[in-house]
């Protein structure tokens, strides 16, 4: 049975739920509702990217993925339990109830079943009332770093049936469940992090908004703009200090044949970003002193930028 089809949303704990919501809608132009206690925001084409709700800890919670058609949460189940796991039912916003599962590492993920959109036309030609700086069209992945790369991979293959897309090296990993190229990746840094959840834009126009836009809320680019070799998406990152994880905008996703195959990359310049450099050396980093030397980058940028008058 094929059980995931889809990446759905991820669900972020944050410490201030007002202070969340509005950052997340107006730095990263994603709509959505706050309700008592949690919040959910969306992207063009989904009816919700992200779930916000307070925790004693800011990370994520879970990422949620869809089942494939006709596949109920009962045969999920059943299904789960003959691959040896435990799920636990569990309610999720919006979308009754889910499956939730803890990978070797932690990580919360939950499935969900397949909700087909009561108006099925295209976002585009729909009317809205709302017009951010700039708005992703989905929700497009997450990425961990590991202290074991092989045990996450298999439990991924084995038990949700993930398939592998690319590796580089013998650190990093890129796996699928549709014809993008992938919904989750992880990279192997001697411990567990998330380090990213990515959203999708148009192209290379959007791009150029979204960084003005980015710059006049003060959030500059960690890294990019570039284009990864593995993968051939464009691509830029910003911290979200508060919620202690990055966020990647990425634009033109390698779309996979159904007869794909693994491939391997090497762990060079090239196969990270075809136009340029490698990242920033706190860009693996989530302790104190990385986030800390950012931060001193930061507002030594920010003096330098031109106060409006």
């Not at 049975?1 to 972020?12: E, F, G, P, R, T």
């Not at 017009?131 to 961990?144: S, T």
């Not at 959840?197 to 960084?211: I, N, P």
């Amino acid at each position: 049975m094929k059980l995931v089809s889809a990446i759905h949303h991820a669900k972020l704990r944050v410490k201030n739920l007002d202070e969340a919501f509005k950052r997340w809608s107006h730095v990263l132009g994603l709509t959505g509702e706050k309700y008592d206690d949690y919040a959910l925001l969306r992207c063009t084409h989904e009816d919700f990217a992200l779930v916000l709700q307070e925790g004693s800890k800011a990370g994520i919670d879970y990422t949620a993925y869809e089942l494939s058609p006709g596949v109920s949460l009962d045969a999920a189940k059943k299904e789960l339990q003959s691959r040896d796991l435990s799920p636990e039912t569990v309610e999720v916003p919006q979308r009754g109830q889910g499956l939730k599962l803890s990978d070797p590492d932690g990580n919360g993920v939950v499935l969900i079943e397949r909700k087909r959109p009561t108006d099925a036309r295209p976002a585009e030609v729909k009317y809205s009332d709302v017009i951010p700086g700039f708005h992703p069209r989905k929700f497009g992945h997450v990425n961990y770093l590991t202290s074991n790369a092989e045990r996450f991979i298999s439990w991924y293959v084995d038990k949700l049936g993930f398939k592998i897309t690319d590796r580089i090296g013998t650190e990093g990993c890129w796996l699928h469940v549709n014809a993008d190229h992938h919904v989750l990746a992880v990279l192997e840094k001697g411990y567990n992090h998330i380090h990213h959840v990515a959203f999708e834009l148009v192209d290379w126009g959007e791009f150029r908004v979204a960084f003005d836009h980015l710059a006049q809320n003060k959030r500059p680019i960690v890294w990019g703009p570039g284009r990864h070799g593995m993968a051939r998406n464009l691509f830029s990152y910003f911290r979200m200090y508060e919620e202690d994880l990055f966020v990647e905008l990425f634009a033109d996703l390698e779309q996979l044949s159904e007869d794909h195959e693994p491939r391997q990359y090497p762990d060079d310049v090239h196969s990270s970003n075809t136009w340029g450099t490698l990242p920033p050396r706190s860009y693996f980093r989530f302790d104190d002193d990385a986030i800390r030397s950012e931060l001193e980058q930061r507002e030594a940028y920010l003096e330098r930028v031109p106060t409006p008058t």
